[in-house]
């Protein structure tokens, strides 16, 4: 498994928040399960339904940054493209 970069994950605003009040259980959740997620997708462009991915969207945004075609299915989803 190679490295990882929090710039390249996209969640650099996310992983510098941390410990300083402004982030969220489940936006810690989300940036730390996001490298184990993204080594098992296909590579960038393709695209990615996320079933299930609540009202932060789970991990389309992340995706969307990566270069993925990202959308995501759920009745709490934000509004977006």
């Not at 932060?56 to 959308?71: D, E, I, N, Q």
């Amino acid at each position: 498994m190679s490295l990882v970069t929090v710039e390249a994950t996209g969640l650099a605003p996310l992983v510098g928040d941390v410990g300083c009040g402004g982030v969220t259980p489940e936006q810690r959740w989300l940036a730390a399960l996001w490298p184990f997620v993204r080594t098992w997708l296909p590579a960038a462009p393709a695209a990615v339904v996320e079933i299930g991915c609540g009202p932060l969207g789970g991990f389309v945004p992340m995706l969307r940054s990566a270069g993925y075609a990202a959308a995501g299915v759920d009745p709490e989803a934000p509004e977006g493209p």
